[in-house]
Structures are given as C-alpha cells and as structure tokens.
Nanobody, 127 residues
Framework: QVQLVESGGGLVQAGGSLRLSCAASGRTFSTHAVGWFRQAPGKEREFLAGISRSGLNTYYRDSVKGRFTFSRDNAKNTVYLQMNSLKPEDTAVYYC????????????????????WGQGTQVSISS
C-alpha cells in the first residue's frame, strides 16, 4: 500500500502560480511512477502530467505543456507540480496517483494504470 497526501492548493488570480506537493508513505515510492490528474465540476477526471519512477521521463497534457513542471524527490518520497501562468480553466480538484511500475522510464497516462490515489486538493483560479 502507498498512501498519498496532496497539499499546496488554493485560490490565486489568473496568471499566478502554485506548487502542489504529494507526499507518499508506505511501500517504496521509488518503484512507482506518479501522475497528476484533475477533475472539474461536471467533468471527467483527466490526466495532466506523469513522471517515471526514475524521474528521467515526464509527459504532459498539451494544455499544460510549458506551464506546468513535474518533478520528484525520491529521497523525500515527494513529488511536486509547479504550475505557472494559471488560467480560470485550470480550476479543479487536483489528484496525485501512483502506479506500480517495472520500467524505470515508462510514464503511465491513463487512469486505469494507477493503483493508489490521494484525496485531492482544490485549485481555484479567479479571472
């Protein structure tokens, strides 16, 4: 089992920045790829970004490329999502998820590939 706890959400104005953190406990975090997802009211949960268990590879949804940066610190069992140039359409609950991964470079991108989920953190962007 891996327990995930997100933090860092909040309310900011458009154009602002936030940094989300996801702290893991339980099984060895370095054996898991990690992803960030978000879910806006009335919409399906969508993949935003993923990082391989080694941290060498990342993958981003087109709408956040160039604005969001995903990093991980396996020594601290923590991943980070730096979000810049935020837009009102980024408003959603943001979830961290972990996937058991045999590959050190693979980045899972679909919900069904992820085994563990955090409780989510609210991000609200005002116009």
């Amino acid at each position: 089992q891996v327990q995930l706890v997100e933090s860092g959400g909040g309310l900011v104005q458009a154009g602002g920045s936030l940094r989300l953190s996801c702290a893991a406990s339980g099984r060895t975090f370095s054996t898991h790829a990690v992803g960030w997802f978000r879910q806006a009211p009335g919409k399906e949960r969508e993949f935003l970004a993923g990082i391989s268990r080694s941290g060498l590879n990342t993958y981003y949804r087109d709408s956040v490329k160039g604005r969001f940066t995903f990093s991980r610190d396996n020594a601290k069992n923590t991943v980070y999502l730096q979000m810049n140039s935020l837009k009102p359409e980024d408003t959603a609950v943001y979830y961290c998820a972990a996937a058991v991964s045999r590959s050190v470079v693979a980045v899972p991108t679909s919900i069904r590939e992820y085994d563990y989920w955090g409780q989510g953190t609210q991000v609200s962007i005002s116009s």
